[in-house]
């Protein structure tokens, strides 16, 4: 069920579809650290000058390490007309959930920085 926080609307990691369209706005240090699967990366500093880079999905997943960043890309995309939806505790929830993760550091396991 989603759910409002402070008219951004936010979903649990449990919640998820599992057809979601994901993106994950953390760091390229964080990104590559670990990150779900399939989700696409575009750091939460660039996406206003990358709105076009957003994945076309209704609405989008939008996923930080714990939910602040993620937050606030999605009110800045809800009001540039985007559907989107915060993933509430982020990454460390996804983690903790034992949802699959990938590591792009060679040899280095999936890791949550």
């Known amino acids: 069920m989603i759910r409002p926080m402070n008219a951004v609307p936010e979903i649990g990691v449990t919640e ?21 699967p399939d989700a696409t ?10 709105i076009a880079d957003v994945p076309e999905a209704d609405p989008v997943y ?17 009001q540039n007309g985007r559907a989107a939806v915060n993933v509430g505790g982020g990454m460390q929830s996804w983690a903790a959930n034992g949802r699959p993760m990938v590591s792009e550091r060679d ?7």
């Open 62 to 78: 939008v996923i930080c390490r714990s939910g602040g960043r993620s937050g606030r890309v999605v009110a800045f995309l809800n």
């Open 16 to 36: 998820l579809p599992a057809d979601a369209v994901l993106l994950d706005v953390r760091e390229d240090d964080e990104w590559a650290a670990g990150h779900a």
């Open 41 to 50: 990366h575009l750091p939460m500093n660039e996406v206003p000058t990358r």
């Open 107 to 113: 040899g280095a396991a999936p890791d949550v920085i």
